[in-house]
């Protein structure tokens, strides 16, 4: 049974850092790509970035290019999600999220239909 368990979460002022870990276990199938998304109460969740896991390719938010950087470790059971310069504006719940190969062509590496097993998500707050 897959198992993702994001931690690294918490409360940051504006200008500050977080690095947000995913541990991921029990995934069976080979993967096409890994995610992060957040989501705020009463909207959608939303791509913040992809990582394919066999080129390394990566795909962000346009509100978070330069400030976000996805990784994962050499033996793809760890994803990692470097958040600096923080805005109030990222204040949300954060997921990763595993996909399987083939990635399918109807939607976008970011989009979360892409995405097959989920963790419960870890919460970042950053105050003005």
């Known amino acids: 049974q897959a198992k993702l368990v994001e931690s690294g979460g918490g409360s940051v002022q504006a200008g500050g850092s977080l690095r947000l870990s995913c541990a991921v276990s029990?995934?069976?199938?080979?993967?096409?790509?890994m995610g992060w998304f957040r989501q705020v109460p009463g909207k959608e969740r939303q791509g913040v970035a992809t990582?394919?896991?066999?080129?390394?390719?990566?795909y962000y938010l346009d509100s978070v290019k330069g400030r976000f950087t996805v990784s994962l470790d050499n033996a793809a059971k760890t994803l990692f999600l470097q958040m600096d310069n923080l805005k109030p504006e990222d204040t949300a719940m954060y997921y990763c999220?595993?996909?399987?190969?083939?990635?399918?062509?109807?939607?976008?590496?970011?989009?979360?239909?892409?995405?097959?097993?989920w963790g419960q998500g870890t919460q970042v707050t950053v105050s003005a």
């Open positions: 999220a595993s996909g399987a190969s083939p990635m399918s062509s109807e939607y976008s590496v970011r989009d979360p239909r892409t995405f097959r097993d």
């Open positions: 029990g995934i069976t199938y080979k993967r096409c790509c």
């Open positions: 990582i394919l896991v066999n080129s390394g390719n990566t």
